[in-house]
């Protein structure tokens, strides 16, 4: 049994292997320098070189934690606006073009940050680093909210969640490296400008690897069909799943993709807002990715990504070493777990169990966390000290398993292909603005309620795991243009029809199958015209496969 499954693995690689160099460029590679910026400034800014430079070891504790949380948020800041103009450029001039110009961004912004205080006061340099990690936030914020629905637009579905998952591990995978070159800084290099300045010259490496590789990749096919150019579409489809432009499951693909975009086509900034409250189908499809990026946000594991020094610091470790250090294995576990659920995990639980196991042990551990800080006030070291160092590591990878990685893939899924763009850039744009957010009052929250700050991203983390439980269907293994059936009827039941356990809560009954759903579509006069049409155009040997035939073959 296990030769055979990893024979089949091993088929599916080599097979869709074009898809997968297409999720490394854009998802691995690219949110590689997301992950590196977001964890670089938490390093730093534990480094005395870095407070002495900008006079932060001559203030008070509390105007240090605010000017620490303006240093570190000002990224998201210009993240923020990033992710909202996502949308407009990626529908104007393309995913791949747009997925370019944010790299190009990144890269002006990371070399003037690199630069800050040659020549310069103090005070001229602190301004010169806010601009500057303001103008790289707008890059990142741009190629945060472009990946996820370029990589899901070119993903074959029997891949998606590991395409999809290219992003946490790109994440993962920047913060692990951002956690280690701090600390090498901190060991092997004097205190001066080049150890906190080093750090992010070297981020400019994934930055124009990035730029490099996205130069070679295709454009997103579904981007193309609106634009009514198909036969691009249909070669790019045949790239990805490495098949013949005329073979029957790219023929079918496009045209499901096509009946998805009638008349949904070139649609403006203004139309597709109108459209997201079309239905109530479709205003649940379009705020679903925001809201599980608030629950992700208040989870706590941004708060710990930004200010992991400072929080095992709060648990009794002491010296810049040290806590670097823990920091650095802390990188190492959630990158290590964010590997084992691409690979093991993502696929066969799902999305819908990824999240509340994931959710429920990150709860769990941080009300853990905030017990022991509560109870042990002094910071002195302590047996139960350890045990809450190794609850951060299992939160770590609680986080890589459910909502690190989880919410990047559903989120992509779920949103309607006609506004997929439009949605992610806003769920990203909530990402980035409660980003900005938390890294503003997380030091101030450490400071003034310290243990409380745990339970209240422990108590946040049990009320998203309730809200996956009941509302949330399983997405893992429909095409793109089917997951609107989950959400048209049943959502409750069908949500505790794929939860574990759920059967308790709904005895016998049962949601009307996606199946059904599409039967009872393709009969509604609407559909009628358009599956006639989009059937008249396959070779006589598919129309008369069927229903079945048709959904097996898409690609997407």
């Known amino acids: 049994m296990m030769a055979a499954s990893s024979k089949k693995e091993l088929q599916d690689i080599i097979q869709y292997r074009n898809a997968y160099f297409v999720a490394f460029s854009a998802g691995v590679v690219g949110f590689t320098c997301f992950g590196w910026d977001v964890s670089l400034m938490g390093g730093m800014l534990a480094l005395k070189s870095f407070q002495s430079y900008f006079g932060l070891l001559s203030d008070s504790p509390s105007a240090r934690a605010s000017l620490s949380g303006n240093i570190v948020s000002v990224l998201q800041a210009g993240g923020f606006f990033g992710a909202l103009s996502s949308t407009y450029f990626s529908s104007r001039f393309g995913r791949k073009p747009s997925l370019l110009a944010s790299a190009v961004v990144f890269l002006i912004g990371i070399t003037i940050q690199s630069t800050t205080g040659i020549g310069m006061s103090a005070q001229v340099a602190l301004k010169v680093l806010y601009f500057s990690r303001f103008f790289a936030g707008v890059g990142i914020g741009l190629l945060s909210a472009l990946v996820p629905t370029y990589v899901s637009e070119c993903s074959p579905r029997a891949i998606r969640g590991r395409c999809l998952g290219s992003i946490p591990l790109g994440i993962a995978l920047g913060n692990m490296l951002a956690f280690w070159v701090n600390y090498g800084a901190s060991l092997n290099i004097s205190p001066g400008q080049m150890q906190w300045r080093l750090p992010i010259i070297i981020q400019i490496v994934p930055g124009v690897l990035f730029l490099f590789l996205m130069y070679f990749q295709p454009e997103s096919p579904r981007w193309l069909v609106e634009r009514g150019r198909y036969e691009e579409a249909a070669a790019v489809l045949a790239y990805i799943a490495r098949r013949d432009q005329d073979d029957d499951a790219i023929v079918l693909t496009l045209h499901e993709i096509r009946a998805d975009l009638v008349g949904r086509q070139n649609l403006s900034l203004i139309s597709q807002i109108r459209r997201m409250g079309e239905s109530k189908i479709i205003f649940l499809r379009c705020i679903i990715p925001s809201i599980a990026i608030i629950f992700?946000?208040?989870?706590?594991?941004?708060?710990?990504?930004?200010?992991?020094?400072?929080?095992?610091?709060?648990?009794?470790?002491?010296?810049?070493?040290?806590?670097?250090?823990?920091?650095?294995?802390?990188?190492?576990?959630?990158?290590?777990?964010?590997?084992?659920?691409?690979?093991?995990?993502?696929?066969?639980?799902?999305?819908?169990?990824?999240?509340?196991?994931?959710?429920?042990?990150?709860?769990?551990?941080?009300?853990?966390?905030?017990?022991?800080?509560?109870?042990?006030?002094?910071?002195?070291?302590?047996?139960?000290?350890?045990?809450?160092?190794?609850?951060?590591?299992?939160?770590?990878?609680?986080?890589?398993?459910?909502?690190?990685?989880?919410?990047?893939?559903?989120?992509?899924?779920?949103?309607?292909?006609?506004?997929?763009?439009?949605?992610?850039?806003?769920?990203?744009?909530?990402?980035?603005?409660?980003?900005?957010?938390?890294?503003?009052?997380?030091?101030?929250?450490?400071?003034?309620?310290?243990?409380?700050?745990?339970?209240?991203?422990?108590?946040?983390?049990?009320?998203?795991?309730?809200?996956?439980?009941?509302?949330?269907?399983?997405?893992?293994?429909?095409?793109l243009e089917d997951i609107k059936y989950l959400f048209e009827k049943d959502l409750i039941l069908r949500s505790l029809e794929d939860a574990p356990g759920g059967r308790v809560f709904i005895g016998t009954r049962r949601a009307t199958t996606v199946h059904e759903l599409k039967a009872i579509d393709a009969l509604s006069t609407d559909s009628s015209e358009v599956l006639k049409d989009l059937k008249s155009q396959s070779d006589g040997e598919l129309v008369q496969g069927g229903l079945q035939k048709w959904d097996g073959d898409i690609i997407i």
């Open 296 to 479: 992700q946000q208040w989870s706590g594991a941004i708060a710990i990504t930004y200010y992991t020094p400072q929080i095992f610091a709060s648990l009794g470790l002491t010296g810049t070493s040290a806590t670097l250090l823990d920091t650095g294995i802390y990188g190492v576990v959630k990158f290590v777990a964010t590997c084992f659920t691409l690979t093991h995990i993502i696929d066969s639980w799902g999305r819908k169990r990824t999240m509340i196991y994931g959710g429920l042990v990150q709860g769990l551990m941080m009300l853990w966390i905030g017990g022991y800080a509560g109870a042990h006030p002094n910071q002195s070291i302590g047996p139960a000290t350890y045990v809450s160092i190794v609850a951060v590591y299992i939160y770590a990878v609680a986080f890589s398993v459910g909502w690190g990685f989880t919410p990047h893939v559903f989120n992509a899924e779920v949103a309607p292909g006609h506004l997929r763009q439009l949605v992610l850039s806003l769920a990203c744009g909530t990402d980035r603005l409660l980003t900005y957010a938390l890294a503003q009052v997380t030091p101030t929250m450490l400071e003034r309620i310290s243990y409380g700050t745990y339970l209240v991203f422990g108590i946040s983390c049990m009320i998203m795991v309730v809200w996956v439980y009941f509302f949330l269907p399983e997405t893992t293994g429909y095409a």
